[in-house]
């Protein structure tokens, strides 16, 4: 009964995967499967460390020196 509404799968299942919102979901799926987002929303453990603030170790030397 399928085959009535949709005669070749596969051409429907690439037309799917090249919409913009399938492939960001696809690419969403694969970021949560390898640890890099959390579930409830917060950066994951995983995740690599903020970069570090030059600026406040520049202030930082500057006031030191007035």
Sequence with gaps: MHKAVIEDWNQFEAFL?????????????????AGLHSHHGRASIHAPPPPKNDNADLAAALASMA
């Design 17 to 33: 995967a090249a919409q913009p919102l399938c492939q960001w979901s696809a690419k969403k799926q694969r970021e949560v499967a």
